[in-house]
């Protein structure tokens, strides 16, 4: 690995990876509620959220799945060296993958954990242009109190390859993320479409 390619992580690597921890426990508690992580570093390729939940989630235990697009020198470096995290190239060994949206259409082959250990999955994190843009949705669901409308810019097959891959308890919980946010969308969270 070349020293070249490092680029800084978290300026105060407990405190602000305690931040991420908690941005992601929030997001993932309060599905389609916005979480804002600040003063985080970025890494190209990388939304600034998308790196913190790397930095903050990802350790010598958690094997990760890049898609093509993230499949470069600096950030598998940077994961390497700040997470220490090993990289797979086989889907059904990682416990987290990281994918864009063009990725979303198919999601065979990642972990949805079993009946007795369901928390075993597969997490996904996604990163997105931006987190409003594409056809409104209402989550509905533990953590919600009636329901969130959400406009994901999302292809619309991705919801039923979702739904392929869900069967509680075992499915994919997933991070969205773009700039600075993130929202979570546990495996639990049930989707429909808007009603006039």
Not at 4 to 25: H, K, S, W
Not at 147 to 166: K, V
Request: glycine share 8%; charged share 20%.
């Amino acid at each position: 690995m070349s020293a070249q390619l490092l680029q800084p992580a978290f300026a105060d690597p407990v405190l602000d990876a305690q931040r991420g921890f908690r941005a992601a426990l929030k997001a993932l508690a309060g599905p389609g509620l916005i979480q804002s992580l600040h003063d985080v570093p970025s890494l190209e390729g990388l939304a600034p959220a998308t790196y913190a939940l790397c930095l903050a989630l990802l350790d010598v235990d958690t094997p990760l799945w890049l898609a093509p697009s993230f499949d470069t020198p600096l950030i598998r470096a940077n994961l390497a060296f700040h997470c220490g995290c090993p990289l797979t190239s086989v889907r059904s060994e990682a416990q987290f993958a990281l994918l864009a949206a063009d990725d979303l259409l198919d999601l065979s082959g990642f972990d949805t954990g079993n009946d007795r250990y369901p928390d075993q999955s597969c997490t996904l994190l996604v990163q997105l242009p931006s987190l409003n843009g594409g056809q409104v949705l209402t989550w509905h669901g533990p953590g919600i109190e009636r329901q969130h409308s959400i406009s994901l810019p999302l292809a619309e097959g991705f919801w039923a390859e979702r739904e392929r891959r869900n069967e509680f308890p075992r499915g994919l919980d997933l991070f969205f993320s773009a700039g600075h946010e993130l929202i979570g969308l546990p495996r639990s969270t049930r989707i429909a479409e808007e009603r006039a």
